[in-house]
């Protein structure tokens, strides 16, 4: 994973939209990734192009949204490259909360980011 720069316009606004769509779903997929498959740091590749990596969750369309969800976590993004080996500890110190917030990394042709988006209350 290299540095890469800031979110702008384009997917914030994307994101933010698809996000009230999709999160009950993911909150649940992380639950489920969590506790029940014993994983930590699960982690949601957004994509308006198809990806090899990570379980496809919701397709783009499926319920009006624009990205594309596959469900992921720490393990699968080292094994793939996604993350290096020396950053993983890294990566762990700065997860926050998965019951709080939902991370998502938005790939895109020419832009890959980290993003933590808070779970809507209730």
Sequence with gaps: ?????????????????????VADRL???SYFIRKKGGYN???FLISEVP???GSLLI???????????????LDVLLQCGLIA???????QEVYKDPD???????????????????YPEG
């Design 27 to 29: 909150k649940e997929a």
């Design 59 to 73: 397709e783009k369309g499926e319920i009006d949204n624009q990205w594309t969800y596959y469900a992921a976590y």
């Design 100 to 118: 709080e917030f939902c991370c998502l990394l938005v790939v895109d042709t020419d832009f890959t980011n980290f993003v933590y988006i808070p």
């Design 51 to 53: 990806l090899a990596v």
């Design 85 to 91: 080996e020396d950053k993983a500890a890294a990566f």
């Design 1 to 21: 994973m290299h540095d890469a720069p800031a979110l702008n316009g384009k997917y914030l606004g994307t994101i933010a939209a698809d996000f009230v769509k």
């Design 41 to 43: 740091c699960p982690v």
